[in-house]
T-cell receptor, first 111, second 115 residues
Framework: SQKIEQNSEALNIQEGKTATLTCNYT??????LQWYRQDPGRGPVFLLL?????KEKRKERLKVTFDTTLKQSLFHITASQPADSATYLC??????????FGGGTRLMVKP | DAGVIQSPRHEVTEMGQEVTLRCKPI?????LFWYRQTMMRGLELLIY????????DSGMPEDRFSAKMPNASFSTLKIQPSEPRDSAVYFC?????????????FGPGTRLTVT
């Protein structure tokens, strides 16, 4: 069966460092992968999309890589700030616009 | 735009009662999704619509759950009868494929508690 794994343990880092979150998947051939941010009590907010034929995408302090051979995506936040503290969800999508979400990783950036 | 609007924000009901959750998608969006989020199972897709037509309802857990989209600006998710295991946060999301393909805009969610 399809499986998407994100580290369920919280990631604690110091302000200014680079946060790296991992999304691994099995039994899935996604057309694209997305990353969302979710704050407590709120709905997820879209951050980045990367397609299966793309290796890397950047947006301001965010960088996403996508390795379809390893079946893995890495999400990087450079120069992290306490305001980046949130839960980050990866989601795999097919051509039909359906998304399957991972369980999310909670990021805590300490000042 | 006000974004995706969901009501109510919180719902507490007793087991066996009917529950109706409501969603107003972003104007002009052609896809609407209903999700359920719990600590144990994460964010799960229940059903989605394209141009008001249900496309995939394979995530709907049981016949107790039903969803409708009578027009482009309104959708409901109904649970009848409700059970304690239905307690979760229910999200509605919408998207417009032509604008930024596959980016979904989520509402604030409805926190449902069934006692």
């Amino acid at each position: 069966s399809q499986k998407i794994e994100q580290n369920s343990e919280a990631l604690n880092i110091q302000e200014g460092k680079t946060a790296t979150l991992t999304c691994n998947y099995t039994n899935y051939s996604p057309a694209y992968l997305q990353w969302y941010r979710q704050d407590p009590g709120r709905g997820p907010v879209f951050l980045l999309l990367i397609r299966e034929n793309e290796k890397e995408k950047r947006k301001e302090r965010l960088k996403v890589t996508f390795d379809t051979t390893l079946k893995q995506s890495l999400f990087h936040i450079t120069a992290s700030q306490p305001a980046d503290s949130a839960t980050y969800l990866c989601a795999l999508g097919n051509a039909g616009n359906m998304l399957t979400f991972g369980g999310g990783t909670r990021l805590m950036v300490k000042p | 735009d006000a974004g995706v609007i969901q009501s109510p924000r919180h719902e507490v009901t007793e087991m066996g009662q009917e529950v109706t959750l409501r969603c107003k998608p972003i104007s002009g969006h052609d896809y609407l999704f209903w999700y359920r989020q719990t600590m144990m199972r994460g964010l799960e897709l229940l059903i989605y619509f394209n141009n008001n037509v249900p496309i995939d309802d394979s995530g709907m857990p049981e016949d107790r759950f039903s969803a409708k989209m009578p027009n482009a600006s309104f959708s409901t998710l109904k649970i009848q009868p409700s059970e304690p295991r239905d307690s979760a946060v229910y999200f509605c999301a919408s998207s417009l494929v032509g604008l930024s393909p596959y980016e979904q805009y989520f509402g604030p969610g409805t926190r449902l508690t069934v006692t």
